[in-house]
């Protein structure tokens, strides 16, 4: 007699939530073309300016890693890079820098996950490797591919064309229901801030917060949904291979949107021992792919065939890297295990590697400063 009700108060929640889930993605669908709209209104001067500020590629690199560890999600630097190549505020070329820091960037989280075992000797080692695996892979795919990519454009290449096939089938039209529910809300928003001073900066404002919201909301929602039942199974028989590993890692990722949530999962259970560092490599590549996901839902949102080929380009950044660097993945796991086991040797080492570690996304930020100093003094922005 208890079932039915039971079964009725399981049910109800279960819809709410896909409901909720429904109206974030609507608000993160608005708030990227919202944020497109935004840009445009400021004008071509603004985008003048700001694509000097990232004109160069290194530059460019710096400010990805930089706004990605600052904010913690690379799906967020990623759609708002896409906003800003389908606004027309940055190049492509410009663009593909400032994807790869992303990459770089939102590994950070994994790292501060394992600082839970600096208590535990005999874990931490575990843990910390297989932490920064996912950063020492990042660091060797930008510094292999962005010397590459400036002198031969290859991932521009192969992206520009991906797009034009993805164009040709018509894929990116199959957001037109989507962009006829958004349009009238933009029109909305539009009429109450004309009248103000500066409405393309309140535009702006409300979109980065609603993009940042419904992207938070997303990954909570998803991660209730979905992740709440994963530790049980990743340790079980999820890992036995690697391309269960690998397509684990893509799926897992793609679905709550957040490499940083499915690549911080599995660092307890590095730490614990469950897993090694070498079985949860193709998981952090999966990982990678996976979080495409979101800036080419961005890409699609805005109908723009270069937004498009901004998404692919990230897309390509993380397939080449794979393919190069999966051939010798002992390199990267190498060096994270050495790493490692250099940090545990003393406390003295352990400050020295951490502060080391830190510095990588501090360092952006102060190459960013004096590049905008340099930047403005020289040419009067």
């Given at each position: 007699m208890a079932t039915p009700p039971t079964s009725k108060n399981q049910l109800l929640p279960g819809i709410v939530r896909v409901l909720l889930l429904l109206a974030t993605l609507y608000l993160f669908f608005f708030s990227i073309k919202l944020m497109g709209h935004s840009f445009k209104l400021f004008g071509k001067e603004f985008a003048e300016r700001l694509?000097?500020?990232t004109d160069n590629p290194?530059?460019?690199?710096?400010?990805?890693?930089f706004v990605t560890s600052l904010i913690q999600s690379s799906s967020t630097t990623t759609s708002i890079v896409v906003g800003l190549v389908a606004a027309g505020g940055?190049?492509?070329?410009n663009a593909i820098p400032i994807i790869m820091g992303a990459n770089i960037g939102t590994t950070i989280t994994n790292t501060i996950v394992s600082l839970a075992h600096l208590t535990r000797r005999n874990e931490f080692p575990r843990a910390f490797a297989g932490a920064i695996i996912h950063d020492v892979f990042n660091m060797l795919a930008v510094a292999i591919l962005l010397p590459i990519e400036i002198r031969f454009r290859t991932i521009e290449?192969?992206?520009?064309?991906l797009a034009r096939q993805f164009t040709g089938v018509g894929g990116a039209k199959l957001f037109n229901p989507l962009n006829a529910i958004i349009k009238p809300t933009i029109a909305l928003v539009d009429g109450v801030f004309e009248h103000l001073p500066h409405p393309q900066v309140w535009m702006l404002i409300i979109a980065l917060v609603v993009l940042f919201f419904s992207l938070g909301g997303m990954v909570k929602m998803l991660r209730a949904l979905m992740v709440g039942r994963m530790e049980v199974l990743?340790?079980?028989?999820?890992f036995r291979s690697d391309l269960g590993s690998m397509v684990l890692g893509v799926v897992l990722t793609a679905s709550v949107q957040s490499s940083s949530i499915t690549t911080s999962?599995?660092?307890?259970?590095?730490?614990?021992?469950?897993?090694?560092?070498?079985?949860i490599f193709p998981y952090v590549l999966g990982s990678n792919v996976g979080t495409t996901v979101t800036a080419i839902l961005a890409a699609l949102a805005t109908q723009s065939p270069i937004a498009i080929?901004?998404?692919?380009?990230?897309?390509?950044?993380?397939?080449?890297?794979?393919?190069?660097?999966w051939w010798v993945k002992f390199i990267p796991i190498w060096l994270a295990e050495n790493f490692a086991r250099l940090a545990v040797r003393s406390k003295k080492h352990m400050a020295v590697c951490l502060v080391c570690y830190f510095m990588l996304y501090v360092l952006p930020l102060v190459l960013a400063m004096l590049w905008r100093g340099r930047v403005g003094g020289g040419e009067g922005i």
């Open positions: 694509v000097a500020t290194f530059m460019g690199l710096a400010i990805g890693i940055l190049t492509l070329r290449g192969v992206a520009s064309w990743l340790g079980g028989f999820l999962l599995v660092v307890p259970l590095v730490g614990a021992g469950l897993l090694t560092v070498r079985q080929t901004a998404a692919f380009a990230h897309l390509m950044f993380n397939v080449f890297a794979i393919g190069i660097l």
